[in-house]
């Protein structure tokens, strides 16, 4: 499911929201469908569970979920929101990306082999 590295520079909780959101948005889960506990996730990933709930609380903020207490994290229907990137941002957001993966170390070529692959998964409709 999901992994995270302690020694990146990307906050856990952060890193937690982006593998989740990556899974919704390539339909590992469906609407309706109920997240692990908080506790549960915690525990699976070794954070603390406050680590958790703060990348919980992100996605339903962006309206990826529905959070209930004592019912948990359920994934709700979700409308793209306007304005978060347009086609005219979207090369630039890109670039930045870019430019963040090779300063952090990345090989040029695990780059473009990781952006093929994600386009062939993007192409199949199985981001």
Same mark, same amino acid.
């Given at each position: 499911?999901l992994?995270i590295?302690?020694?990146?520079?990307?906050p856990?909780?952060?890193?937690?929201a982006?593998?989740?959101?990556?899974?919704?948005?390539?339909?590992?889960f469906?609407?309706g469908?109920k997240?692990?506990?908080?506790?549960?996730l915690?525990?699976?990933l070794?954070v603390?569970h406050? %680590?958790? +709930?703060?990348a919980?609380r992100q996605? !339903?903020?962006? *309206?990826?979920l529905?959070?209930?207490?004592? $019912?948990?994290?359920?994934?709700q229907?979700?409308?793209?929101q306007?304005?978060?990137?347009?086609?005219?941002?979207?090369?630039?957001a890109?670039?930045e990306?870019?430019a963040? %993966?090779l +300063?952090?170390?990345?090989?040029?070529e !695990?780059?473009? *082999?990781e952006?093929?692959?994600?386009a062939? $998964?993007?192409?199949?409709?199985?981001l």
């Amino acid at each position: 499911m999901l992994r995270i590295d302690l020694a990146s520079n990307v906050p856990v909780y952060e890193q937690i929201a982006d593998g989740l959101r990556a899974e919704l948005v390539g339909g590992q889960f469906a609407a309706g469908d109920k997240l692990p506990t908080v506790r549960m996730l915690a525990i699976d990933l070794g954070v603390h569970h406050n %680590t958790v +709930a703060q990348a919980y609380r992100q996605l !339903a903020d962006e *309206g990826w979920l529905d959070l209930r207490r004592h $019912r948990g994290a359920t994934v709700q229907t979700r409308r793209p929101q306007s304005g978060s990137v347009s086609p005219e941002k979207f090369p630039r957001a890109l670039r930045e990306l870019l430019a963040k %993966t090779l +300063a952090g170390g990345l090989s040029r070529e !695990a780059v473009i *082999g990781e952006l093929i692959d994600s386009a062939r $998964r993007l192409e199949a409709g199985a981001l």
